[in-house]
């Protein structure tokens, strides 16, 4: 910008008074009043515009239909917070379950080393004072009679179910 007077038009700031300048090329349009439209009169403000009444039906359904949106509301606010303090107890109780299933890996694997059969062994000739089986050890019992019970209380009768199964046995033990 090299000059101020370049960079503004300074004709909006002329004075309104000031004479119209006139081009000759413009040749004055007369006004038309045939597209004018008039108004309505205006009403007198002294007398206030009476309100509506609004039944008391209305205004019982309308407090009605804003407690049910009211409390949807509530109920789904109260719910999602349920709903969080469940997912924070159930990742909870799934970390607790890792490191009980880390545990019961490591005492698993710890019960093995200590519990492996040369440590058994070990222990059973050491401490113990045993030893692995010998011939002379083992004794042998032979059975030359077979067993034999005695009924302490006698049944009166047998029923025919029992006399029958009872003939089967003697027929099948010959």
């Not at 309505?40 to 509506?52: C, H, I, L, S, V």
Request: charge should be negative; aromatic fraction near 6%.
């Amino acid at each position: 910008m090299a000059y101020q007077s370049e960079a503004y038009d300074f004709s909006l700031f002329e004075e309104r008074n000031a004479a119209p300048v006139l081009d000759p090329q413009i040749e004055e349009q007369p006004q038309r009043r045939d597209k004018v439209v008039e108004l309505p009169e205006r009403q007198p403000q002294g007398e206030p515009k009476k309100q509506p009444k609004h039944s008391p039906f209305k205004r019982i359904a309308g407090a009605l239909c804003f407690s049910l949106l009211f409390l949807t509301g509530i109920t789904a606010v109260y719910s999602e917070v349920q709903l969080t303090e469940l997912t924070e107890k159930m990742n909870e109780m799934q970390g607790d379950l890792s490191e009980a299933q880390s545990l019961e890996i490591q005492l698993n694997m710890q019960a093995a080393q200590r519990m492996s059969d040369a440590q058994v062994e070990d222990y059973a000739v050491q401490q113990l004072g045993m030893g692995k089986l010998a011939g002379s050890q083992v004794v042998y019992m032979h059975v030359a009679r077979q067993d034999k019970g005695t009924v302490v209380q006698e049944i009166a009768e047998a029923s025919w179910l029992d006399k029958l199964l009872e003939t089967l046995r003697g027929w099948l033990a010959r």
